[in-house]
């Protein structure tokens, strides 16, 4: 549910997203791409279904903004986040002086 980003490759893009699956394709070819780490569309759901926010693909249009203020106030189980902390622990390890960006 949580990879490092240079263990992505296209073939995780159903599970990734093409967004973090291209900067493994990247940091696989020698490019200098900042490291980091993706959360599956599965550890997302995850995350929805913890803080109780259902909604339908096509609704999102019409609920943006009051579906984005349940994701962005929402919290991780108690699981989700000692995962997230063991991946963000190595990335901090591996890049001191580093700036972290969350997107």
């Known amino acids: 549910m949580i990879k490092q ?3 992505l490759s296209k073939a995780d893009i159903p599970f990734y997203g093409s967004k973090a699956a291209n900067l493994g394709e990247l940091l696989n ?6 490291q980091g780490f993706a959360l599956s569309f599965e550890f997302f759901m995850e995350y929805l ?8 693909h096509q609704d999102y249009f019409a609920f943006g903004p009051e579906i ?7 919290s991780f189980s108690p699981e ?4 997230l902390m063991l991946y963000y622990h ?5 890049t001191k002086n580093t700036t972290f960006v969350f997107t």
């Open 5 to 7: 980003l240079e263990k």
């Open 29 to 34: 070819a020698g490019i200098l791409v900042p």
């Open 49 to 56: 279904v913890y803080n109780n926010i259902h909604y339908l």
């Open 68 to 74: 984005k203020e349940k994701i962005l106030k929402g």
């Open 80 to 83: 989700m986040e000692e995962h």
């Open 90 to 94: 190595k990335l901090n390890k591996s």
